[in-house]
């Protein structure tokens, strides 16, 4: 994550509005677009990523396989693929698209974070090694969906909250 890092902005309806940075995309809740990229291996288990302790926002917290946000004038799947290469280090994954284009807020006033994004997911399949961006991942782990159900069960805590609800939006995991 770069200081000078910018995003585009939109207004609710979807509209580019113009570009600012991350840190003031933050602060002020403007919508920006991010990608969600949910990676299993041929036997069917989601690679779960842990965020790196640096992170902003769910420190050390089990999320997606990749979250990116987007740069300016990219379209989701390129960031979504970008973000397969700097977080995991691989590429050349098929992503498939799953579900529309989402909304979602997530306010933490006590870190003055008001995060406002257009997400789009996607689900791939990869067999094969990793190499971890450090500033981004602490680690991750291949998942049974029956053994992340139970874990979820257990932990929710350990896990960021978008993460647990796209599970069962896309069907990933069954509904509660």
């Given at each position: 994550m770069s200081d000078d890092e910018w995003f585009e902005?939109?207004?609710c309806a979807g509209c580019l509005r113009g570009r600012e940075p991350r840190w003031k995309v933050h602060a002020e809740g403007y919508w920006h677009k991010s990608a969600h990229?949910?990676?299993?291996?041929?036997?069917?288990r989601l690679y779960c990523q842990r965020r790196a302790a640096a992170k902003d926002l769910y420190a050390n917290l089990w999320d997606y396989s990749v979250g990116e946000h987007l740069?300016?004038?990219e379209s989701f799947h390129e960031g979504a693929q970008r973000g397969l290469r700097e977080e995991l280090g691989i590429e050349g994954v098929a992503l498939e698209a799953i579900g529309n284009v989402q909304r979602s807020r997530n306010e933490i006033p006590a870190s003055g974070i008001r995060d406002f994004e257009l997400q789009q997911a996607y689900r791939g399949i990869y067999d094969g090694p990793m190499k971890l961006d450090p500033q981004e991942v602490s680690e991750v782990r291949a998942v049974a969906l029956s053994d992340l159900e139970r874990w979820i069960w257990r932990e929710s805590e350990v896990f960021t909250p978008w993460f647990i609800r796209d599970l069962h939006t896309f069907g990933i995991l069954a509904t509660a």
């Open positions: 902005i939109f207004d990229i949910f990676l299993f291996d041929s036997n069917n740069t300016p004038g």
